[in-house]
């Protein structure tokens, strides 16, 4: 039987004994999907017809295919290209674009054997951490309709945390696959800069934007790792760095093993009951023999301000390519160059993303570039160099991921863009110094809201950071933990 | 008046490199074809693609930095232009900015009868941008981007040159060294080498230099000089009339002959220079770099100056061999292992040879004739073995199928061993008694009768005997 919280073993399991084919399998997201979209608005396109084709390819030669992820569906957020299916990035500038290719990770994906079941909600071009700026409207999150699932990868979490989808691919380029992975009670892995290709992932800022998976679990995570990272000729960022062996290091003993807690990460501005569940959590990491080391890392504070010069003066450059000229939207109300780029522009983009194209077109501006973009490279290095400090005395970082839990959806009511930019404060260094970092479920608040936690690992050790999650996961019970939503979509 | 100004020009050079591919995609190199058609997604700036260095690319410039001694640093760093053209695909032009491949380092050129030498401030990688193509009567443009993400090399020199002559060395000096390199077709007309001349006009007692204005876009050296030399022209003119000089890009118009101003100074894009996130910094490989500056070729001037000094040739074969690369590698190669003296083969490869190319409107690559089989014919000239005249008649008949050589040189000397100097001196007493009135006038000094004399031996000898023998024959019987 197949249950909508079924983690990618239990579904291989099922796949393999036959307890269902995996058509049944694919159907049954699929008419999931078409239930829970109109009240949650995960997805932007959800490919029924092409995900059941495959599904029944999958079915016939299910006894040949070798790869261990053969038939599992999932989906992919709207910023990966996919061949000859519609990748919005949630705007209405790609509206109806259609790629002539697939992403590395898409590719690769295919190649395994997996069936997308469709192309998730994202704020647009992931500029974002509410949903809110996708042009398809926002999205929902399970636990209370009321409130944002986070963002950008919001479509992502908000499919996975309501039994739509096994997995979901999402980017991060300042905490939009942790944040909304903790605001929707998932499991949201970010690995190492340069740990996925990048190449068809569409750029919002180069140097922070990563790829990540949104699953049940950690041992989900550890899958997609082994099965989609690696290294990528097709882009010059990607890493040539060995894998691990992820899956069978998750069962390592943590005896020994040293937490960093960092001081900045637990002062007034987090909340009372996310401060209370991350205790508890690192009481269960005791328990398990680690060994839990106070350290600093000192100029977090700087990092929202480097980051909001650094992500935008990139994004500046990369949406400089949506002009009307070669595809996407194009303004109608042209009669020459000039008013065919402003007119395509205003109309096609959103207000936050001209907000950080004209903050980035700025801080590159000639006079300005020094004091700002040159300070904020400069800051980026101080960063670095803290948590390189912090590393040289513990193996991984604990603290929470969020500020606060799902707050209230109320696109309106926000004036002012820079509230919601401070609440990245524990994410955004991370994407800075290149980091891998999960966040895992750990508590819940009084409103029955789900409170992540956040583990930082060091670059390229993702073996360690998976191994520390999943042992927690496995004296834990959060992420077992299901929206009511859920069961209104079994009707 | 005037004669109190001085011009300084400075020139950026933009080199197309003849790689395979393109500078950041697989996309092929190659210029023309159906619009649109040697583009990869990637040319075409689509949503989610990233560039990949061109290894070939890095190589041809290290080439290009060794040639012009200049500095080739441990690492290198690709930066983004950012402006919108719809000819611009990704709203941006990869480029350098700090941290060129290529700083310092000079070229060679002619002033006057002196040699000069003009330093390089630096020279930098970049990408090409596609063209736009206006139909005004539809009120349409086009675009073909089968030239977006063409590599090139921009060589910016010092403001270090006085005239237009001095530009169109500077410009001719460095074609030639791009295509000895083999980096670079030097099609101007394809805009393969072109440049952009900074101008300004100074008093010559000042140190200050003048208003720079910008010629855009030169793609004939005869431009290059005309252009320059109407911006002297209107420049001085106008600082004589008390006018100022506004800095500007101006454009020549090949047809009137004029610059006419392109945009102002206000008018220029703050281009918002990055270093490109989507390329790491390219590390130069010490070995690599040591590599290349050991198989590096001699430099096409001191080519020039070994041909003339060493080798004794003249200047117009110089110019002929040096004009294509694959013509003075032919050269180099009949004389590399031969022993043939390098002013024969440099005389039939200039005339003989070229004149059959020209003939045929080929050029020296197309040639079916090997470099051996060229060296077997000379070589049986410089032992006497055959005439100038039997040489050329063997290259006629071996022109189209060298596979013929051996047949061709069998038919031409057969007969040859019957005049040997003994039967040749028969011949020359015979001709000589039967032409007594010749006789008087060569020895009265009319030395040029000696050319019908022996062209007598020749016809009686059926063109097979040598004149050069003959000739001899001829001298030593009548100034016995």
Redesign the interface.
Known sequence: MITPTDSLSDIKKGLDNKSFSCKELTKFFLDRIEKANKKINCFITVCRESALKEAEKADLKSNSVPSPFAGIPYANKDI??TSQIR?T?GSKM?EN?L???D?EIVRRAKNLGLIMLGKTNMDEFAMGSTNETSFFGAVKNPWDLTKVPGGSSGGSAAAVAAGLVPFATGSDTGGSIRQPAALCGITGLKPTYGRIS??????F???LDQAGFLTRNVEDCALCMEFLSGFD?????SANIPKGDYSSELYAKLEGKKIGIPKEYFDGNLDSEIGHCLAEAKDIFSKLGCVLVDIELPNTEMAIAAYYIIAP??C??N?????G????FRSINSND?DSL?KNTRNEGFGTEVKRRILIG?YA???GY?DKY?EQAQRVRSVLKNDFNQAFKKVDVILGPTTPSTAFPLNKEARNDPTELYSSDLYTIPVNLAGLPAISIPAGFGKKELPIGMQLIGQAFNERVLLNVAHQFQLHSEWHYQIPKFNESCDE | MSNNWETVIGLEVHIQLNTKSKLFSGAPNKFGGVANSQTSLIDLGYPGTLPVINEEAIVMAIKLGVALDGNIPEQTVFARKNYFYPDLPKGYQISQFDEPIISGGFLLIEAGSQEKKINLTRAHLEEDAGKSIHIPNERLTGLDLNRAGTPLIEVVSEPEMRNAQEAVSFMKNLRELVRHLQICDGNMQEGSFRCDANISIKRSQDKKLGTKVEIKNLNSFKFVENAINFEIARQINRLENKEKITQETRLYDEKTGETKTMRTKEDENDYRYFSDPDLLPVEIDKNKLKLIKSIAIELPLDKRKRYATVLGLNQAQIDTLLADPALTRFFEKSIANSALPPKLAANWITGEIMKYLKDQNINIKQIKISVESFVKILKLIETDKCTQNDGKRILRMIWEDEALIEEAIKKTLSGKENFNDENLRKIVSKVLNEHPKQIEQYLSGKNKILGFLVGQVMKVSAGKADPKSISKLIKDKLNQ
């Not at chain 1, 000729?233 to 960022?237: A, C, L, M």
């Not at chain 1, 949406?319 to 002009?323: G, K």
């Not at chain 1, 000229?325 to 996407?328: A, Q, S, T, W």
Request: glycine share 4%.
């Open positions: 990966f290209c990748t990035c790609l674009f790629p002539l290719y992403a990048r190449f068809g992932m569409i750029a800022a180069s140097s000729p097709k882009d010059s960022t003066a990139e500046s450059s949406l400089a390519r949506f002009d000229v070669r595809y996407g160059i780029y077109t590159l501006s000639s570039y973009y």
